[in-house]
């Protein structure tokens, strides 16, 4: 080799060689998390992409959108389990819901402290990390996976949780509406200054905003007193699984209140980073854990209105204004954040990590290979069935095709009628307690209607389609019908694509070992996961009035 060659090879090396070390030494992105409670895919900027006329017509949420706008929507983004303890287990592990032991249930769930979290590996790599609110739970120790309140910045305040109900107040006591949302958004700013003076200087950080105000309860009429929001602008709006009368539509208009609320909140987060000049060095999530609570179709149900859910994110550097059409995961974020900041990801997860698809230059399909997506869930409240059994449940969402295989048709997929069996139920206590019938379904001026007309010929269908049993098999065709009303399992002309959806989809199960379809499938069926004391205590008197 010449003394020329040579010369050029080692200060090609030695170029390599800094270029190395500067890329390993670069500063780390920030990374802000917003992950709101009860929060399905309700935000302005899916505004027309479905084609068709639908909530986000009316809702209002400029500060989602501008994230939205100067970064990447995703359009089909869907939960792995549309119950909150479930979906937050899968969230922070990467993995199926049904991968995490007793995290997969809600009440009575319980925390494997050997299964890897996010929050807690990007601190071991150096991140400041800090929570405001809502984590994991319930379950014990409650917000496992982010090391429970030792990173809490609570302390400025906590109304924030509750929007309509905390102005309602202080109206009442002489404040203007004004001033009450700004005391409230006060908070929001405390506790997120509190997180940032706490970090050591030039250490990246995460922090996980977990508003838990648009789970339910809110005060009736908040929508429209508080946000302006008329209940008549949602007529031909609704999904066809709700009636389309006015005490569901007030009732769907105070819950975009809340979901108002939340973007409130992501302004002040996003001034705050301006501010402190972080906007640009920081990676900023916005998302939810399942779909609206209390209404048919919505949370604890397998359907696009109980699974599908916001994804919004501004990726510093990534071309902006693009909206995505991949079939993404909620648990796809685990692998995503650490993939953000630099630390090795755990092996064989359900989660995909999408910085590959904040990096494309490309709109609408990046990956091929991401038509699919699996959801399921077992028990959501411990008494919904004798024996505090669950209603196990899996899906299969791909672009064309919805596909729900239901294990255990005999059992209530909403729970029992409890009180509901009674000829003359009590409204009002529908209405404020869960527990008081069908309790996988929250307690709802909506589901207070549909129990009031479970008996009017117009209205039966809606009534059945919330709460009777249902076949072990359900398909649906998304293009005919998208708002997925009509069972398409039965029907001869689909009984290709039904085998295939099936065969898919367990075979996927399998590949995870999934217990529901390992050994007798009965897991979930038996203690730990069906103990009495770990279903939210004994069974009320109202059980006793179960129809069988």
Known sequence: MSTTIRTFALLAGLILSVAQTFAAEAPRLNILFVFADDWGRYASCYKGLDGRPTINDVVKTPNVDRVAREGVLFKNAFVNAPSCTPCRSSLLSGRYFFQTGRAAILQGAVWDEKIPTFPLLLRDAGYHIGKSFKVWSPGTPADAGFGGQQYAYQKA???CNNFSEEVTKLVADGQTIAAAREKILGQVRGNFDDFLAARKPGQPWHYWFGTTTTHRSW???????????????????????MPDVPEIREDVADYLGECQAVDAYVGVLLKKLEEA???????????????????????????DHGTAV?????????????????????????????????VKTPDNLYGKSLVPLLKSDQADLVDATRDWSVSGRERHVGIAREGNLPYPMRSLRTPEFLYIRNFAPDRWPMGAPYSAAESTPD???VGSNTRAAFPDMDASPTKTWLIAHRHDAQWKWHFDLAFAKR????????????????????????AVQKRTQSERLMK???????????????TFDKPPFSDPEQAGGKAEKSKKKATK
């Open 310 to 342: 916001t994804l919004a994110i501004r990726f510093p550097g990534a071309k902006p204004g693009r909206v995505l059409t991949d079939l993404v995961r909620v648990p796809d974020l685990m692998p995503t954040f650490l993939e953000i900041g630099g």
């Open 219 to 241: 005060v009736k009429g908040s929508g429209k007193k508080l946000w302006g929001i008329e209940p008549d602008a949602l007529k031909g709006k609704l999904p066809k699984s």
């Open 427 to 429: 409204l009002k206590d």
């Open 508 to 522: 996927l199960l399998k590949e995870a070992n999934d217990p529901r379809v390992t050994g007798d499938g009965s």
């Open 157 to 159: 305040g906590n109304a």
């Open 277 to 303: 000049g972080e906007l640009d060095k920081t990676v900023i999530v916005l998302s939810g854990d399942h779909g609206m609570p209390g209404v048919t179709s919505g949370k604890c149900n397998l359907y």
């Open 471 to 494: 076949p072990a098999e359900e398909l649906y065709d998304l293009k005919s019908d998208p708002d997925q009303v009509k069972n398409l399992a039965d029907d001869p002309a689909f």
